[in-house]
């Protein structure tokens, strides 16, 4: 168990993308689209949420490599079903970002997630309707296409 050792490896263009969806209710919908959310803006938060734990996944993960990224992005959406994430990375680097790219998009849907809980729980303190959903990896590409 451990790390896999890159050390050999060249250093070459790494790109992923990744895709996931927050299923809220439709009126914990319309309080994010109105700006009635008592937290804040949870979409500003996740995106901010979600690009340093883009940075920090070699924190999170233990496996993971250290990898100076060299681009994020997050775009966020609101739908008829929910939140939606999709997030984009880039490094040039001897390993690749998925992991980075996933990291970003459950990040910051669980930051949406937690800012919009007290909408979404039941008489029982439950969520029956609230989930994270359709996590992906959209595209992983490396060298010169990355």
Known sequence: M???????????????EAFGKLVLRRTTLERIQRGE???GDPLSAARIA??????KTWEILPFCHQIPLSSVKLEL?????????KSSVKAIYKTGV???ALICVTTALLT???M????????????PQTK???VVVLSKKKGEHA
């Not at 959406?77 to 994430?85: K, L, Q, R």
């Not at 909408?119 to 029982?124: A, S």
């Open 2 to 16: 451990g790390m896999v050792d890159i050390t050999d490896k060249p250093d070459t263009p790494r790109s992923a």
């Open 37 to 39: 959310v008592e937290k």
């Open 50 to 55: 979600g690009t340093i734990a883009a940075k």
């Open 77 to 85: 959406g609101v739908d008829e079903e929910g939140v939606w994430a």
């Open 98 to 100: 998925e992991m980075e």
């Open 112 to 114: 949406v997630w937690d």
């Open 116 to 127: 919009v809980k007290q909408y979404e729980k039941d008489e029982k303190g439950e969520y």
């Open 132 to 134: 994270i959903k359709d």
